[in-house]
């Protein structure tokens, strides 16, 4: 029986083409989003304890620590830590707190108590005025969003100006630039240092830390701030978004396989059409044009080597960056099956142990990750109704040509 052909060759179907793009472009948007997000939050390390432990000692000392003033406890911790972090500040968070300014009343803000260098941590753009100083610590003093300045104070200038929490009176010395987060809640976002005459009460207190390297200071740390505040919770962000983009990772790693073991076929293709080439040339060409037209032609598969091994490097620096964020995933012994028993029960026990404390980052990164996880979702399932539909329609077009040419 002969081939069905037709003006463009063997009949197989056509593939959807562009219209394959359709399917997957909503989840694609979707992970790019989601990775945009996830990457604005700060790499930060952050150690979390209830107001209230840091008079406790750590547990297992059986002895109760004297109660000392919150800057000298961080004063001790930075000492311990030496040059580690270049920037730390400790800060906890009060929720639906009313500010006053004359007639005007603003309920529902948020208020954040703050010690040491918190904006060099958490960086924020200031639209006037000046963030909080080590030296403003117990002072009366207060930074404002410029939504809620705004809000309080119009068009007028905030700075100077007396905002009241209570019957305590709090000068405003600057105005940071309003930010949008997962889980913002209420009016708006104060600041004050710690220590300050009629503050709030904190739900929980934050010790944080920025700076590169933080995975491998990781018990440095969480040493320090356990000798100094009690019993509390590490979270390391950057290792948070490692965590949340695993799956992402993985399916990258796979497609990327997939597309050098083309890109390698590919050029071995072009290569050996390269030295036909060249061999061809070689018998009326002269040796002077044939030294331009070998350096041109080896010029371009060296550059596209480069392209290859440069996707190769990384698949090396994504596949090196899980395991180096997350070295309890990697056995003692690779080879020795009780190692890899005891490494998979330690991580079950872990992960049956749910977290207590989640900080405005950590929530942050978890929402922005299960975004990238459903985006994920997203493209696959359209990538596979795309590849089912354009086989549906091959099958169509081959019973069609089938029938055409019984006719």
């Known amino acids: 029986m002969s081939e069905i052909r037709t003006e463009t060759g063997t009949r197989r179907g056509k593939r ?5 793009w359709l399917w997957i472009l909503p989840g694609v ?7 945009v997000m996830l990457e604005r939050v700060p790499d930060v390390g952050q150690y979390v304890f209830l107001p209230g432990a840091e008079d406790k000692a750590p547990a297992g000392s059986g002895t109760v620590r004297k109660s000392i003033p919150w800057l000298q406890k961080l004063t001790e ?5 030496g040059n580690a972090f270049p920037a730390d500040s400790l800060h906890g968070t009060a929720e639906g707190v009313s500010l006053k300014t004359g007639v005007v009343t603003v309920d529902q803000v948020t208020v954040t108590e703050t010690l040491g260098d ?4 958490y960086p924020r753009a200031f639209t006037a005025g000046r963030p909080l100083a080590r030296g403003d610590a117990g002072q009366q003093v207060i930074v404002l969003d ?3 300045a705004f809000k309080m ?11 009241s929490i209570g019957t305590a009176r709090f000068q405003v010395v600057g105005v940071a630039e309003a930010r949008n987060y997962v889980g913002k809640r209420g009016s708006g976002q104060a600041w004050i240092p710690l220590g300050a005459s009629g503050a709030p009460d904190c739900t929980i207190m934050t010790l944080s830390v920025g700076g590169t390297g933080l995975d491998n200071l990781r018990s440095i740390f969480e040493n320090g701030a356990k000798g ?3 019993t509390g919770q590490t979270i390391l962000t950057r290792k948070e978004k490692i965590r949340g983009t695993v799956m992402l990772r993985v399916v990258l790693i796979l497609l990327m396989l997939r597309i050098l073991a083309l890109w390698s076929r590919k050029l071995r293709e072009w290569f050996g059409k390269w030295i036909r080439g060249l061999k061809e040339e070689m018998r009326y060409c002269y040796p002077r044009q044939m030294i331009w037209k070998f350096l041109g032609r080896g010029l371009q598969m060296l550059l596209l080597t480069a392209a290859g091994v440069a996707a190769a490097a990384v698949l090396v620096y994504w596949g090196s960056q899980m395991m180096t964020a997350f070295p309890e ?3 003692e012994n690779l080879v020795k099956p009780e190692a890899i028993a005891v490494r998979f029960r330690e991580l079950t026990t872990e992960a049956a142990n749910p977290l207590r404390f989640v900080t405005p980052e950590l929530a942050e990164i978890r929402f922005w990750s299960g975004m990238i996880r459903w985006g994920i979702v997203l493209a696959l399932t359209g990538w596979v109704i795309a590849s089912l539909s354009g086989r549906r329609k091959a099958a169509e077009n081959i019973d069609q040509n089938i029938e055409e040419v019984t006719k």
């Open 29 to 35: 948007l979707l992970i790019l989003w989601g990775a």
């Open 146 to 148: 410029s939504a809620l």
């Open 16 to 20: 959807p083409g562009w219209k394959k």
């Open 77 to 81: 911790t930075e000492q311990e830590w």
């Open 118 to 121: 918190y904006f060099g941590v």
């Open 228 to 230: 100094h505040f009690g």
């Open 153 to 163: 104070f119009g068009e007028n200038e905030a700075v100077d100006q007396i905002v």
């Open 329 to 331: 995933w990697v056995p």
